[in-house]
Protein backbone atom coordinates (compact mmCIF):
# COMPACT_ATOMS: atom_id res chain seq x y z
CA UNK A 1 0.00 0.00 0.00
CA UNK A 2 1.35 3.38 -0.90
CA UNK A 3 -0.03 5.99 1.55
CA UNK A 4 0.57 10.08 0.89
CA UNK A 5 0.44 11.70 4.03
CA UNK A 6 0.09 16.19 3.55
CA UNK A 7 1.35 18.18 7.15
CA UNK A 8 1.46 21.88 7.53
CA UNK A 9 4.44 20.86 9.24
CA UNK A 10 8.26 19.10 8.51
CA UNK A 11 7.72 15.67 10.27
CA UNK A 12 11.03 14.24 10.95
CA UNK A 13 9.86 11.03 11.50
CA UNK A 14 9.04 10.93 7.33
CA UNK A 15 11.51 12.96 6.45
CA UNK A 16 14.38 11.83 8.32
CA UNK A 17 16.09 9.23 5.95
CA UNK A 18 13.96 9.68 3.57
CA UNK A 19 14.33 10.15 -0.16
CA UNK A 20 13.36 13.59 -1.42
CA UNK A 21 11.63 13.32 -5.08
CA UNK A 22 10.97 16.77 -6.98
CA UNK A 23 7.73 16.37 -9.23
CA UNK A 24 7.06 18.50 -11.92
CA UNK A 25 3.55 18.68 -12.46
CA UNK A 26 1.50 20.61 -15.20
CA UNK A 27 0.62 22.91 -11.96
CA UNK A 28 3.59 23.37 -10.60
CA UNK A 29 6.26 21.66 -9.07
CA UNK A 30 6.48 19.52 -5.56
CA UNK A 31 8.99 18.16 -3.35
CA UNK A 32 8.01 14.66 -1.97
CA UNK A 33 9.80 12.25 0.64
CA UNK A 34 9.70 8.75 0.21
CA UNK A 35 10.16 6.48 2.85
CA UNK A 36 8.83 2.74 4.31
CA UNK A 37 7.06 2.44 7.14
CA UNK A 38 6.54 -1.23 8.01
CA UNK A 39 4.56 -2.40 4.65
CA UNK A 40 3.47 0.91 3.36
CA UNK A 41 5.29 3.29 1.23
CA UNK A 42 4.72 6.90 2.38
CA UNK A 43 5.30 9.87 0.43
CA UNK A 44 5.21 12.97 2.39
CA UNK A 45 4.95 16.40 1.41
CA UNK A 46 4.71 19.90 3.40
CA UNK A 47 1.86 21.57 2.10
CA UNK A 48 3.75 24.98 2.36
CA UNK A 49 6.51 23.70 0.18
CA UNK A 50 10.06 22.33 0.75
CA UNK A 51 11.49 24.92 2.86
CA UNK A 52 8.40 25.58 4.98
CA UNK A 53 7.55 29.65 2.93
CA UNK A 54 4.86 29.22 1.05
CA UNK A 55 1.99 31.23 3.32
CA UNK A 56 -1.43 29.23 3.38
CA UNK A 57 -3.31 31.15 0.64
CA UNK A 58 -1.12 30.32 -2.17
CA UNK A 59 0.02 26.12 -1.76
CA UNK A 60 -0.57 24.99 -4.43
CA UNK A 61 -3.53 21.99 -3.67
CA UNK A 62 -3.63 20.65 -7.24
CA UNK A 63 -0.03 20.13 -7.39
CA UNK A 64 0.29 18.14 -4.31
CA UNK A 65 -2.85 16.38 -5.57
CA UNK A 66 -1.09 15.42 -8.86
CA UNK A 67 2.53 14.81 -7.30
CA UNK A 68 0.58 12.38 -5.21
CA UNK A 69 -1.40 10.25 -8.01
CA UNK A 70 2.14 10.24 -10.12
CA UNK A 71 3.74 8.59 -6.89
CA UNK A 72 0.52 6.06 -7.02
CA UNK A 73 -0.57 6.32 -4.03
CA UNK A 74 -3.73 4.52 -2.73
CA UNK A 75 -4.86 7.13 0.21
CA UNK A 76 -4.13 10.63 1.55
CA UNK A 77 -3.81 11.21 5.16
CA UNK A 78 -3.71 15.31 5.56
CA UNK A 79 -2.85 16.60 8.96
CA UNK A 80 -3.73 19.55 10.54
CA UNK A 81 -3.14 21.73 13.40
CA UNK A 82 -6.58 23.33 13.87
CA UNK A 83 -8.74 24.86 16.55
CA UNK A 84 -12.34 24.10 17.31
CA UNK A 85 -15.95 25.42 17.94
CA UNK A 86 -16.44 22.44 19.87
CA UNK A 87 -15.80 22.82 23.59
CA UNK A 88 -15.44 18.69 24.36
CA UNK A 89 -13.14 18.85 21.65
CA UNK A 90 -9.40 19.72 23.58
CA UNK A 91 -6.33 20.43 22.52
CA UNK A 92 -4.27 17.40 21.51
CA UNK A 93 -7.67 15.21 20.39
CA UNK A 94 -7.84 13.75 17.51
CA UNK A 95 -11.07 14.60 14.85
CA UNK A 96 -11.81 11.86 12.37
CA UNK A 97 -14.01 14.07 9.77
CA UNK A 98 -16.82 12.74 7.57
CA UNK A 99 -17.64 15.80 6.19
CA UNK A 100 -16.16 19.21 5.54
CA UNK A 101 -17.12 22.98 4.57
CA UNK A 102 -14.97 24.78 1.88
CA UNK A 103 -15.40 28.63 2.40
CA UNK A 104 -11.94 29.72 0.79
CA UNK A 105 -12.97 31.61 -1.86
CA UNK A 106 -9.16 31.81 -4.10
CA UNK A 107 -8.24 28.22 -4.43
CA UNK A 108 -8.39 26.43 -7.60
CA UNK A 109 -11.66 24.05 -7.02
CA UNK A 110 -11.47 21.79 -9.49
CA UNK A 111 -8.99 19.81 -11.86
CA UNK A 112 -11.08 19.88 -14.56
CA UNK A 113 -10.83 23.61 -16.25
CA UNK A 114 -11.95 22.49 -19.49
CA UNK A 115 -14.95 20.17 -18.96
CA UNK A 116 -17.74 19.59 -17.01
CA UNK A 117 -17.63 16.92 -14.80
CA UNK A 118 -19.76 16.16 -11.64
CA UNK A 119 -17.95 15.23 -8.29
CA UNK A 120 -20.46 13.08 -5.90
CA UNK A 121 -19.91 14.72 -2.80
CA UNK A 122 -21.93 12.66 -0.73
CA UNK A 123 -19.54 10.99 0.70
CA UNK A 124 -16.20 13.06 0.48
CA UNK A 125 -14.00 11.34 2.90
CA UNK A 126 -12.75 7.31 2.80
CA UNK A 127 -14.95 5.48 5.17
CA UNK A 128 -12.13 2.44 5.08
CA UNK A 129 -9.48 4.96 6.05
CA UNK A 130 -11.48 6.98 8.54
CA UNK A 131 -12.27 3.48 10.67
CA UNK A 132 -8.67 2.67 10.17
CA UNK A 133 -7.63 5.64 11.78
CA UNK A 134 -10.61 5.52 14.50
CA UNK A 135 -8.75 2.11 15.03
CA UNK A 136 -5.38 3.59 15.60
CA UNK A 137 -6.67 5.82 17.96
CA UNK A 138 -7.92 3.10 19.85
CA UNK A 139 -5.12 0.93 19.75
CA UNK A 140 -2.88 4.29 21.13
CA UNK A 141 -5.30 5.15 23.26
CA UNK A 142 -5.30 8.40 21.68
CA UNK A 143 -8.68 10.51 22.48
CA UNK A 144 -10.48 10.48 19.15
CA UNK A 145 -13.61 11.75 17.89
CA UNK A 146 -15.00 9.48 15.36
CA UNK A 147 -16.95 12.33 13.46
CA UNK A 148 -16.56 16.00 12.85
CA UNK A 149 -16.80 18.75 10.25
CA UNK A 150 -13.83 20.20 9.18
CA UNK A 151 -13.91 23.96 7.99
CA UNK A 152 -11.93 25.75 5.73
CA UNK A 153 -11.58 29.24 5.62
CA UNK A 154 -8.70 31.52 3.77
CA UNK A 155 -5.19 31.37 5.74
Request: aromatic share 10%.
Amino acid sequence: MRVGVISGHTIGSFTDNAQEIDVETPYGSVTLWYSKKNSREVFFVNRHGKNADDPPHMINYRAIIHALKVGGVDSVLSIGTVGSLNPSIKAGDFVIPHDFIDFTKSRNYTFYDNKRVHVDMSNPLCPSLRRSMVTACRELSQKCHEKGIYLATEG
